[in-house]
């Protein structure tokens, strides 16, 4: 592997600095609810209740909620198609996307655009792309937009280490560097593009290096736990807030199922999986919490339970609610043009 990755450890007694308690318990809610939403899923997809492609964000978790504590409300957030958990940790409530994977009208999309395709203006989270690395220039597009308009909000632009061989990468990065736009460039590097690894793929194994020949400021970052990811987010996004342009990071993570949920990953070995099962993001910060006297064992409990519930809430919202008209099938697709310069 290219990457190893250590466990933080607690140190009974203490606390790290700078972060109160409400940040930590809200990091561990945030993920233990992405954790319980997509085992849902699983479940569900295993009962046919819900069709189609279907990628998990199980063992990532710790990216989504360090990544929401270190930015501001207005900020927009473009990603791939794995985009359950960063959906969430963006505020879109779990009934609506349960019911947006099994099609239905209340879904987020209103069941238009299923696992691979959430999409919330209200909540600034623009996909959830079906397309291979298609999110970069989208997302830079934003950026652009947001200099345009004079705002002080970036737009995280995130893809997988699979799209970092896409050529549009290139040409963002290129764009976004020579416009100086506000886009926080995301590498959730989990060292597999499907079935492939990073090691087959280039010779460029550190791929934040990939900035470099831009001149776009580049770091990796321990993606197991939330403090190192909401770290290095921060320090990113001050640098884009100050007009300085884009900032790039490889947030280095694992998925613990395959690349779908028909992926059964055997070009992985036992061994290698369970490395990194014994950093589990959410498991190992349940456990610094204790440990470390932030939380008690019923705090972390009452938590874990309520989110349980609400789970099993948002399943069965989804299993009542209705499957989108047949006369919605053209709604929200196209645009009728208006061009008030053009007259008859």
């Not at 190992?284 to 339970?305: G, T």
């Amino acid at each position: 592997m290219t990457q190893v990755l250590t466990k933080p450890k607690a140190s009974k007694g203490k606390k790290s600095p700078g972060y109160s308690k409400d940040m930590y318990l809200s990091w561990f809610e945030t993920m233990f609810r992405i954790r319980k939403f997509e085992e849902r899923t699983l479940m569900a997809y295993g009962q046919q209740k819900i069709r189609g492609f279907c990628h998990v964000y199980i063992g990532q978790e710790a990216i989504a909620a360090g990544m929401t504590s270190a930015l501001q409300a207005g900020d927009a957030v473009a990603t791939a198609y794995r985009q359950h958990g960063t959906a969430i940790s963006r505020g879109i409530p779990t009934r609506e996307c349960m019911a947006e994977l099994y099609g239905k009208a209340t879904g987020c999309v209103k069941g238009k655009g299923g696992s691979m395709h959430f999409f919330s203006r209200e909540h600034k989270f623009f996909g959830g792309n079906g397309i291979v690395g298609a999110q970069i220039p989208i997302g830079t597009g934003i950026a652009f937009a947001e200099k345009y308009k004079g705002t002080d909000n970036l737009c995280v632009t995130m893809f997988g280490d699979g799209a970092a061989r896409q050529g549009a990468l290139y040409e963002a990065f290129n764009m976004a560097m020579t416009w100086k736009l506000p886009v926080l460039y995301i590498c959730e590097n989990n060292q597999y593009a499907m079935g492939t690894s990073v090691e087959r793929t280039s010779n460029v194994r550190d791929l934040y290096k990939l900035g470099a020949s831009f001149d776009m400021p580049s770091e990796e970052v321990n993606g197991m736990n939330p403090e190192s990811v909401h770290e290095a987010i921060e320090r990113a996004a001050a640098h884009i807030r100050a007009g300085k342009g884009p900032y790039y990071l490889e947030i280095k993570t694992y998925r613990y199922k395959g690349h779908s949920v028909s992926d059964p990953a055997t070009y992985r070995t036992k061994e290698e999986l369970k490395n990194y099962m014994d950093m589990d993001p959410v498991k190992s910060l349940e456990a610094r919490l204790i440990a470390d006297q932030v939380a008690s064992p019923e705090e972390i409990e009452e938590i874990k339970d309520r989110i349980k519930v609400e789970i099993d809430e948002a399943a069965q919202f989804a299993e009542e609610s209705p499957f989108p008209d047949p006369s919605e099938l053209f709604t929200d697709n196209y645009m009728e043009p208006n061009y008030p310069f053009i007259t008859d």
